[in-house]
């Protein structure tokens, strides 16, 4: 199945036609039970008996002249009696080899700065602070646990970072 939003329809300068918008949502609660919960959206990737399963793929649109699309992955804000969605990134498991890695790459830039990475805790009024944990992985091997690297950027005009 392909689902596709309009093409614009005229290519003048002053605002010719701007694509069309695909949106997908989960189906509104109505009930006033705490357990009338909306409805999800869910995306899966084929299962293959022999071959690899399907992939999914989230891309943003190429600007031809100007910057490209976002991708902005948010969970929604909490009402007044909860707390705001959990966000996890997560690759699968494996009986045979090694699991996926987990990759947060910018690109690389030809006449510009490089791009940046943040991560950051939100603020919190009550309680202790949040908290940032980085853990590399152990094994039950004869071998070595899984190691952290942190490396600064290098300048071949000035100082490394």
Same mark, same amino acid.
């Given at each position: 199945?392909?689902?596709?939003? +309009?093409?614009?329809?005229?290519?003048?300068?002053?605002?010719?036609?701007?694509?069309?918008?695909?949106?997908?949502?989960?189906?509104?609660?109505?009930?006033?039970?705490?357990?009338?919960?909306? +409805?999800?959206?869910?995306?899966?990737?084929?299962?293959?008996?022999?071959?690899?399963?399907?992939?999914?793929?989230?891309?943003?649109? /190429?600007?031809?002249?100007?910057?490209?699309?976002?991708?902005?992955?948010?969970?929604?804000?909490?009402?007044?009696?909860?707390?705001?969605?959990?966000?996890?990134?997560?690759?699968?498991?494996?009986? /045979?080899?090694?699991?996926?890695?987990?990759?947060?790459?910018?690109?690389?830039?030809?006449?510009?700065?490089?791009?940046?990475?943040? /991560?950051? /805790?939100?603020?919190?009024?009550?309680?202790?602070?949040?908290?940032?944990?980085?853990?590399?992985?152990?094994?039950?091997?004869?071998?070595?646990?899984?190691?952290?690297?942190?490396?600064?950027?290098?300048?071949?005009?000035?100082?490394?970072?």
């Amino acid at each position: 199945m392909t689902l596709v939003g +309009g093409e614009g329809s005229n290519a003048n300068l002053n605002d010719g036609g701007d694509g069309g918008l695909v949106q997908l949502f989960g189906g509104d609660a109505q009930g006033s039970n705490i357990n009338d919960n909306a +409805g999800n959206v869910e995306l899966y990737g084929g299962t293959a008996a022999k071959g690899y399963g399907g992939s999914i793929k989230v891309t943003s649109g /190429v600007g031809v002249t100007t910057s490209s699309g976002g991708v902005l992955v948010n969970a929604g804000n909490a009402g007044s009696a909860g707390v705001s969605g959990l966000m996890t990134l997560s690759t699968g498991t494996s009986s /045979v080899g090694a699991t996926g890695s987990l990759a947060i790459v910018t690109g690389a830039s030809t006449s510009g700065r490089g791009g940046y990475v943040s /991560v950051l /805790v939100g603020e919190g009024d009550s309680g202790q602070g949040g908290r940032i944990e980085a853990n590399a992985g152990r094994t039950t091997d004869k071998k070595t646990g899984g190691y952290i690297t942190v490396t600064t950027g290098y300048s071949s005009e000035t100082s490394s970072g």
